[in-house]
């Protein structure tokens, strides 16, 4: 069973810098395609940004373009978000996600594994 925890969420004033961590189970984590979500109180599950299992390709939305960026620590069974220039309008809970199969992509219905999420607040 491979599970995806989530730590890094809190509360911070526009223009502030939060970095997300997730940590997955599992011996295979360099072979996932990992992802990050969020999820607006209201809105439906958006993608954020997404990395391939070695790191050499990454996708994100236009709407953090520049301000924040995904990582991974294949040692430590990690991914990283470090969201920097932060505004109200990413107040959500964000989640990570896995898929086994690699995929990097946009489409949350791809991947097979997720986090309970931790919640992001950022205040005007």
């Known amino acids: 069973q491979v599970q995806l925890v989530e730590s890094g969420g809190g509360l911070v004033q526009a223009g502030g810098s939060l970095r997300l961590s997730c940590v997955v189970s599992?011996?295979?984590?360099?072979?996932?395609?990992m992802g990050w979500f969020r999820q607006a109180p209201g809105k439906e599950r958006e993608f954020v940004a997404a990395i391939m299992g070695s790191g050499s390709r990454i996708n994100y939305a236009d709407s953090v373009k520049g301000r924040f960026t995904i990582s991974r620590d294949n040692a430590k069974n990690t991914v990283y978000l470090q969201m920097n220039s932060l505004k109200p309008e990413d107040t959500a809970v964000y989640c990570c996600?896995?898929?086994?199969?690699?995929?990097?992509?946009?489409?949350?219905?791809?991947?097979?594994?997720w986090g309970q999420g931790t919640q992001v607040t950022v205040s005007s």
């Open positions: 599992g011996r295979t984590f360099s072979s996932y395609g």
């Open positions: 996600a896995a898929d086994n199969g690699g995929y990097f992509g946009y489409s949350p219905q791809a991947y097979d594994y």
